[in-house]
C-alpha cells in the first residue's frame, strides 16, 4: 500500500481534541493530533501535531522527523544547543533527545516516529 498525502492538505486539515499538553511548564498549553497510521505501541506514527504557545519537557524514546508548516518553536536541548524551527524547517529529533520546546506562536507540523532510527 503506498500512502499519499499533500502538506497543504496537512495544514488545514481537523485534528483531535485539543487536550491539555503532558510535560507542559505553561498553564493551558493544549495540543492535538491526527494520526494517518501507527502501531499499537504508538512507536511508529505518521500524523500532524500542533500545540498552542507554551514550554513543555521532552524526552524521545524513538527518534521524530518533523515539517513545521506554520508557528514557530525553539528546542533547547539539555546540553544547551537552541534550534529554532518555523515553517518549511524540517529537523531530527533523535532517539534518546531530550530538553525542552518553547513554543512562541500556535505550531502545527508533520510527523513521522520511527523505533529503530538512531
Do not use: Y
Not at 534518546?96 to 529503530?116: A, M, Y
Amino acid at each position: 500500500m503506498v500512502f499519499k498525502f499533500h502538506t497543504g492538505t496537512a495544514g488545514q486539515m481537523e485534528l483531535g481534541p485539543f487536550r491539555d499538553k503532558t510535560g507542559s511548564l505553561t498553564p493551558g498549553q493544549k495540543d492535538a493530533v491526527h494520526d494517518f497510521i501507527g502501531n499499537a505501541s504508538g512507536t511508529l506514527r505518521l500524523g500532524v501535531w500542533e500545540c498552542t504557545p507554551g514550554r513543555f519537557a521532552s524526552e524521545r524514546a524513538t527518534t521524530e522527523i518533523f515539517e513545521v508548516l506554520k508557528g514557530s518553536a525553539t528546542l533547547i536541548g539539555t546540553d544547551g544547543t537552541r534550534t529554532d524551527v518555523g515553517p518549511g524547517d524540517h529537523a531530527v529529533t533523535p532517539k534518546g533527545w531530550k530538553g525542552e520546546w518553547i513554543v512562541h506562536e500556535t505550531i502545527r507540523k508533520i510527523f513521522i516516529v520511527h523505533p529503530e532510527a538512531p
